[in-house]
């Protein structure tokens, strides 16, 4: 079975704090995306990455960066968080190839107060 | 550009079928697809559809799609209570490489 994990289920931070989201996956995927979900506006594309290195802006980057410096790992990165950031993260993998068959953790909510 | 629209909320009683509703507007998407988010989880594939097809059927789920209307719905036999949850659909951007998610549409079923 696909595992994708994400280090926190919940995260609360202060404005202006430097915040690290982080998602593993274990199945050799090439693809991995960060998302997040805000009610009524569903899921919104922040970054992906096709290969270690390489990164892709997604709809809304504003504000987000991303790293991947292992296959297995994808980092989202609020450089200065704001509560407009306040949401529900959620990171996928795919094969290459096979971006429509997306395997996903199961979130993290973050407040920022 | 692409967008995918779905209707935010629909409410059934046990042992009804539901029906989902999507329209999108990126006519060359090869495939379409259903994911489905059940509470405080993250998104699994349904299923999905691949464009030269009218319909998929599998098991309770029955797939259409109507090429010229750009519309794709998602039916769903028998509901029960344990299909609450969250539909997305979803097709791939003109590059191939992501996915367009609609908002989603709650489904609550009610016994």
């Known amino acids: 079975d696909v595992k994708v994990t994400q280090s926190s289920r919940y995260l609360v931070k202060r404005t202006g704090e430097k915040v690290f989201l982080e998602c593993v996956q274990d199945?050799?995927?090439?693809?991995m995306f960060w998302y997040r979900q805000d009610p009524g506006l569903g899921l919104r594309l922040i970054y992906f990455?096709?290969?270690?290195?390489?990164?892709e802006k997604g709809d809304i980057p504003e504000g987000y960066s991303v790293s991947r410096e292992k296959k297995e790992r994808f980092s989202l990165i609020l450089e200065s968080a704001s509560t407009n950031q306040t949401s529900m993260y959620l990171c996928?993998?795919?094969?290459?190839?096979?971006?429509?068959?997306?395997?996903f953790g199961p979130g993290t909510r973050l407040t920022v107060t | 550009g692409e967008d995918v629209e779905q209707s935010l909320f629909l409410s059934v009683r046990e042992g009804d079928s539901s029906v989902i509703n999507c329209t999108y507007t990126?006519?060359?998407?090869?495939?379409l697809y259903w994911y489905k988010q059940e509470p405080g989880a993250g998104l699994q594939l349904l299923t999905y559809i691949f464009s030269n097809m009218d319909m998929k059927q599998d098991q309770r789920l029955t797939v259409l799609l109507n090429k010229k209307d750009k519309h794709l719905s998602l039916r769903i036999a028998d509901t029960q209570t344990g299909d609450s949850a969250i539909y997305f659909c979803a097709e791939t951007d003109q590059a191939g490489t992501a996915l367009i998610f609609g908002k989603g549409t709650t489904l609550s079923v009610s016994s």
């Open positions: 990455s096709y290969d270690v290195k390489m990164k």
């Open positions: 996928a993998s795919s094969e290459r190839g096979r971006a429509y068959e997306q395997y």
């Open positions: 199945m050799d995927h090439e693809n």
């Open positions: 990126d006519s060359s998407s090869t495939y």
